[in-house]
């Protein structure tokens, strides 16, 4: 059993890790801004499933193969940073869609959780991250290592809805001025384009 002190402080930093600017609260805001709420709130626990996987990858000590193997590091990076080009096409060539006739283009739900999941667990450097901080708040005095790697996981993804679902609903209020203006929405989706095709820039010049 994790102390309540130990779990509070994880806590607290779980919270100031997803509130710090980054790649899948900027996902979650341009989603949100140009789907809506709900949308937004949809992409959040598609990341939040990919946290699982990271979260079960240490406690199996999977995720030791991509700190360690060069090669699996820099095929999921590929991976990921194909998906996110992927996007950033899609977004360009997106343009206002009918927004004027009050239609505004929706993906369907299960899409947009598909593109929070893929988002997450593409990402090498999330897989490493995690390795590195959830084992500092276990300790095998308490029991099964593993087990408590689960429930700090768990913690972090509590944390991590509180953070995005309220990105979520602001990237909403932006959603709703776009609805209003098919200029703006198209301003929009160049503006997520270029996010889309920046983050996976970065993915790819990141190191282990």
């Given amino acids: 059993m994790i102390p309540f002190d130990v779990l509070s402080l994880f806590f607290v930093a779980s919270l100031a890790l997803g509130a710090a600017p980054g790649p899948d609260n900027i996902f979650v805001l341009t989603q949100s801004a140009l789907y809506g709420r709900l949308a937004g709130i949809v992409v959040t626990l598609g990341l939040c499933s990919g946290i699982f996987v990271h979260t079960a ?27 996110l080009f992927y996007l950033a096409i899609g977004a360009w060539r997106a343009g206002a869609s009918d927004i004027a006739d ?35 708040f276990a300790d095998p005095v308490r029991g099964p290592v593993a087990l408590q790697i689960i429930a700090l996981g768990g913690v972090f993804v509590v944390a991590t809805l509180l ?14 001025f776009l609805q209003r203006s098919p200029w ?25």
């Fill in 57 to 83: 990858a240490v406690a199996l000590g999977v995720a030791a193969i991509f700190q360690t193997s060069a090669l699996a590091f820099t095929a999921l990076k590929i991976a990921g940073a194909g998906y």
């Fill in 102 to 136: 009050n239609k505004q283009p929706r993906l369907p739900l299960p899409k947009l959780y598909l593109r929070g999941v893929v988002m997450n667990i593409t990402n090498p450097k999330v897989a490493i991250f995690f390795l590195a901080f959830l084992p500092q």
């Fill in 163 to 176: 953070v995005f679902g309220a990105v979520a609903i602001g990237g909403g209020t932006l959603g709703g």
């Fill in 184 to 208: 703006a929405q198209a301003m929009m989706n160049k503006v997520a384009s270029v996010i889309f095709a920046s983050l996976a820039m970065r993915l790819i010049m990141t190191e282990r």
